[in-house]
């Protein structure tokens, strides 16, 4: 290792069922690919499902003050059948993205070659979606009155801010300025009156400073069609938290399966540390069987050195990712020997 | 015709681009279907973009009581782009749905022979959406406080009661007993927590009483992957308005294109006239060329028979529309070659 290598602190969070399985690999990828340029520590949290099924705890304060002085999260999955819907998702994963102010989730949209699309025709697929996260219906603003009376009102309040939706349309402009140059809003500005006039308004306003991007607008139902019909129309999609959430998994359908994609829950102002995961949750159904694919969460760890400016060592990431996929993406292999695969190819 | 024909007077709004030149055949198909059995009276209404363009009028509550008073509606398209987003759906669409509490928003999917769907293997497709049509993310009780600056705070709230989602639940249970006897419930629980709760708590409750339909549930964002990968899980997916709006316009899409789907909204408790219509918008690029596809038009009168009782008048509707598509579906042919062709077969 050289002597001028940088030094991060990496908190891992493995978590749950396969979580356990992938992130060290993400792990064995991000030390190759960063071999002589980077040097990292890492800091283990036992968090999730099994750690709430026994002490009781989801997030520590003291922890997560912990978390909050690393460099960068890696993220395994968290979740078990067994605890009821919510519970981790808003006492973890949404309780980091939101105290972390993580305003961009990154979730790269690529068809590998080698991998099979479920469409027919499913053309050159390579879109980024650009969701915020830190706002609308995952505020967490809802609440219920006559709880289980036939008089029951439940509510569920999307926040939005011209703050929040500003700096993340101006990540999503700085990132199409590096892409092809196209940036497509996605809302429901036609019923969500409110909060699609002021995106709407915003990227308008933004877009003029960068008057190379293209922008246009879709709803959020027109999308899931042409997510569809017609993917390679989309460069970058720019969205909302919940819309974001939607269009995210079709488009990890039309790719072939989440398996293949990663995301990132990014502080881009870096006052806290981001967060890198794969898409696809702790299946607990193939847990501990040596199945599942570590390919999504070696490429959450190239995310990470991307944020952290490695783009080379990312790339390298990226490139071994792409030739074990289009040579032996079809064959079945065992988490570890898609491991080493990959990291043979780096 | 027989002198047992019942009467009844339907609403007709053509509405804007293609809507006007669809609906005709929708009459026709409907006064075909149920010649011996039911009569039919119709009052036209000229409510739409071109409507709103011309003298300023959205919907009239003259007219709107008038419409009030009819047994059902026939609607074709509405929209026009020179109109900003929100006007005529909150205005018109949206106003009739709350109006006339249309609270079941029911929307078949089906596969039909002969027609190409996007997917490589897409199954056996042939489930319906019930959709609420008069809660949720649609109620229009959002705001807005300092628009137009850097403070600006958006809002949109979404009201859900025990009221309006058991009357939905039990509707689509009780389509079920008519079907493959399964619910899915789609929501986003583990997110959106109060009306989720809610929502699953009224799910289970209903299910008692339907001991022989199974029901499951699903995340949203698992749905959209579901809706590429396994169509074919689907009989009856029950959820919200805004989840349903998403998961319908993906679904035409599996399903070969919205030009095969209708919808109705429907008020099964019969205080108000029901509302049927294509899925598809205006189209105002093919307007006026004798191009549009009424098919889903044709479906939509149907819909409008079976729920005023003629299950047999509706059947043939169905059945010709069927037969048509296996034969003719993938011809070039204009809009009123189509018509005459499903009409010739009734
Ligand atoms: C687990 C859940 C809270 C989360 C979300 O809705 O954001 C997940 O679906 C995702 O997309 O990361
Ligand atoms: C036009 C719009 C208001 C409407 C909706 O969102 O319900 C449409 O998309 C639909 O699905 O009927």
Redesign the pocket.
């Known amino acids: 290792m050289s002597d001028s290598a940088k030094k991060y602190t990496i908190a891992v969070i493995p978590g749950d069922g396969i979580g356990k399985e992938v992130t060290p690999w993400a792990q064995k990828a991000l030390e190759k690919a960063a071999e002589g340029v980077a040097e990292f520590d890492y800091e283990n949290f036992d968090l999730g499902a099994e750690r709430y099924l026994r002490d009781g705890a989801i997030l520590p304060e003291e922890e997560e003050e912990r978390i909050k002085k690393t460099d960068a999260i890696l993220l395994g999955a968290?979740?078990d059948p067994r605890i009821k819907a919510g519970i981790?998702?808003?006492g973890l994963?949404?309780k980091l993205?939101f105290d972390l102010d993580q305003y961009v989730?990154l979730?790269p949209s690529k068809l590998y070659k080698g991998v099979t699309s479920p469409l027919a025709n499913p053309g050159d697929i390579d879109f980024v979606v650009v969701?915020e996260?830190t706002e609308g219906l995952?505020c967490g603003a809802g609440g219920a009155v006559r709880r289980g009376t036939p008089n029951e009102v439940a509510t569920e309040v999307s926040i939005n801010t011209a703050y929040g939706v500003e700096r993340v349309v101006r990540y999503a402009f700085q990132l199409a300025m590096k892409r092809r140059k196209h940036v497509t809003l996605v809302h429901k500005k036609n019923v969500l009156v409110n909060a699609g006039d002021m995106w709407q308004r915003i990227v308008d306003k933004v877009a003029e400073e960068y008057p190379e991007v293209s922008h246009d607008y879709l709803h959020i139902d027109a999308t899931t069609i042409f997510m569809v019909s017609n993917p390679s129309r989309f460069d970058v999609i720019l969205t909302d938290?919940?819309f974001?959430?939607i269009i995210?998994?079709e488009a990890g359908a039309v790719v072939g399966g989440v398996g293949y994609s990663a995301?990132g829950?990014i502080n881009a102002s870096n006052e806290y540390p981001s967060m890198f995961?794969p898409?696809h949750?702790s299946a607990p159904d193939i847990a501990g069987q040596n199945k599942a694919n570590p390919t999504a969460a070696i490429l959450s760890a190239a995310m990470l050195l991307r944020h952290l400016g490695f783009d080379d060592a990312a790339a390298k990431i990226d490139a071994a990712v792409e030739a074990d996929i289009e040579e032996l993406g079809s064959a079945t292999r065992s988490t570890d020997e898609v491991g080493r695969d990959i990291l043979a190819r780096m």
Chains 1, 2 share one sequence.
């Open positions: 968290v979740g981790l998702e808003r994963l949404l993205r989730n979730r969701r996260g995952y938290n919940l974001g959430d995210t998994d995301s829950c995961e898409i949750g």
